[in-house]
T-cell receptor, first 115, second 113 residues
Framework: GAGVSQTPSNKVTEKGKYVELRCDPI?????LYWYRQSLGQGPEFLIY????????DSGLPNDRFFAVRPEGSVSTLKIQRTERGDSAVYLC?????????????FGPGTRLTVL | GDSVTQMEGPVTLSEEAFLTINCTYT??????LFWYVQYPGEGLQLLLK?????DKGSNKGFEATYRKETTSFHLEKGSVQVSDSAVYFC????????????FGTGTRLLVSP
């Protein structure tokens, strides 16, 4: 079946602009995660959704970052007033449930470049 | 806080050589441990996992054992292939009601023929 998909694959924007990054999880997966991977680093947790609600947003770096999942499937990560330091690969993952051993399946990521 | 430390790369090996990539962790409680792999141009894939102490995860000839006494989860493979060239990430899963993953910085493996 189809895996996690993310669009766009690449996004170049200017400092101060607003961007939206989209994630389509695997069908039927109730848990959805966003991570950010900076160059030369491992992914860092941003936010977790169980269904439609953001159950843990402790990883969002500041209030310029916001994410939604209105129907419990597709999620959008929104970044306002982008800064050069926001440049990174944004990864989305989904899992069947949120349980201890449930595998998270990752999408290919969106590479965001802020000029 | 909770963290993962893995050896810096790149690790350069000849085909059929033995591989070890070291990983140690710091965590409260009893995390699950994972190795993820990222092949060139592809997304992160789960390679193997272990959910409790002394468990051994294995897949595609790779193995790692959850060692609580040394807080380690070293990745090993007896004979690497060129196709194993990739970036390997060690991660721990914090059981905070959901599986919140904390990743190491990754180790690049380069295998030459």
């Amino acid at each position: 079946g189809a895996g996690v998909s993310q669009t766009p694959s690449n996004k170049v924007t200017e400092k101060g602009k607003y961007v939206e990054l989209r994630c389509d999880p695997i069908s039927g997966h109730t848990a959805l995660y966003w991570y950010r991977q900076s160059l030369g680093q491992g992914p860092e947790f941003l936010i977790y959704f169980q269904g439609t609600g953001a159950a843990d947003d402790s990883g969002l770096p500041n209030d310029r970052f916001f994410a939604v999942r209105p129907e419990g499937s597709v999620s959008t990560l929104k970044i306002q007033r982008t800064e050069r330091g926001d440049s990174a690969v944004y990864l989305c993952a989904s899992s069947q449930t949120s349980g201890r051993a449930n595998e998270q399946f990752f999408g290919p990521g969106t590479r965001l470049t802020v000029l | 806080g909770d963290s993962v430390t893995q050896m810096e790369g790149p690790v350069t090996l000849s085909e059929e050589a033995f591989l070890t990539i070291n990983c140690t962790y710091t965590a409260t409680g009893y995390p699950s441990l994972f190795w993820y792999v990222q092949y060139p141009g592809e997304g992160l894939q789960l390679l193997l996992k272990a959910t409790k102490a002394d468990d051994k995860g294995s897949n595609k000839g790779f193995e790692a054992t959850y060692r609580k006494e040394t807080t380690s989860f070293h990745l090993e493979k007896g004979s690497v292939q060129v196709s194993d060239s990739a970036v390997y990430f060690c991660a721990l899963g914090l059981n905070t009601g959901f599986q919140k993953l904390v990743f190491g910085t990754g180790t690049r493996l380069l295998v030459s023929p």
